[in-house]
């Protein structure tokens, strides 16, 4: 079945650090991808996604290049901000039919604090 | 804002009691799914519903049951309620397409005593 990968966390970065936060698939199908951001108390918000190979979402300085060839969609940014502490997810969904109309798939979710 | 709202916010309920978790859907949408997030299984589908009807399963248990309505809003109802039931449970809503982002709700966190 479909499964999502992501880096074990937390992550503690400083403020205006680089961030990477690594992400692999396994799909049946040809899966779009997704990574969702959670605040404290909050709902899940997506924050890009990319349908198809080498797309490369991107949204408020955060980015992820959809990679076929190695199954990934890691997400970048290039100075974080104390702002962008929260919890990421990566999620995949496809149109495998049968029973799988759309259904999200998603890793462990990574913890990322971002220090003043 | 992501215009799903769920009700209510909290619940809190004693072991083989019954809850209705109610979700509406954003205007427009006519696809609904569930999903349960808690720290041991993280988040995990559990069934989507299109525009009134069944459309797929994940891993719900028998003790839950769903459906949606006319109008499209959507209850998820657990019944037997066990410890282990403890978690966010949200609902998340698009037009049904699998490229299509999901905008989910501020969830409904269940805990049973």
């Known amino acids: 079945g479909d499964s999502v990968t992501q880096m074990e966390g937390p992550v503690t970065l400083s403020e205006e650090a680089f961030l990477t936060i690594n992400c692999t698939y396994t799909?049946?199908?040809?899966?779009?991808l997704f990574w969702y951001v959670q605040y404290p108390g909050e709902g899940l918000q997506l924050l890009l996604k990319?349908?198809?190979?080498?797309d490369k979402g991107s949204n408020k300085g955060f980015e992820a290049t959809y990679r076929k060839e190695t199954t990934s969609f890691h997400l970048e940014k290039g100075s974080v901000q104390v702002s962008d502490s929260a919890v990421y997810f990566c999620a995949l969904s496809t149109e495998a039919g049968g029973t799988s109309y759309g259904k999200l798939t998603f890793g462990q979710g990574t913890i990322l604090t971002v220090h003043p | 804002d992501s215009g799903v709202t769920q009700t209510p916010k909290h619940l809190i309920t004693a072991t083989g009691q019954r809850v209705t978790l109610r979700c509406s859907p954003r205007s427009g949408d006519l696809s609904v799914y569930w999903y349960q997030q808690s720290l041991d299984q993280g988040l995990q589908f559990l069934i989507q519903?299109?525009?009134?009807?069944?459309?797929a399963k994940g891993n719900i248990l028998e003790r839950f049951s769903a459906q949606q309505f006319p109008d499209l809003h959507s209850e998820l109802n657990l019944s037997s309620l066990e410890l282990g039931d403890s978690a966010l449970y949200f609902c998340a809503s698009n037009q049904g397409l699998s490229n299509q982002p999901q905008h989910f709700g501020d969830g409904t966190r269940l805990s049973i005593l």
């Open positions: 990319a349908t198809k190979a080498d």
């Open positions: 519903y299109y525009n009134g009807e069944e459309r």
């Open positions: 799909a049946t199908g040809y899966p779009s």
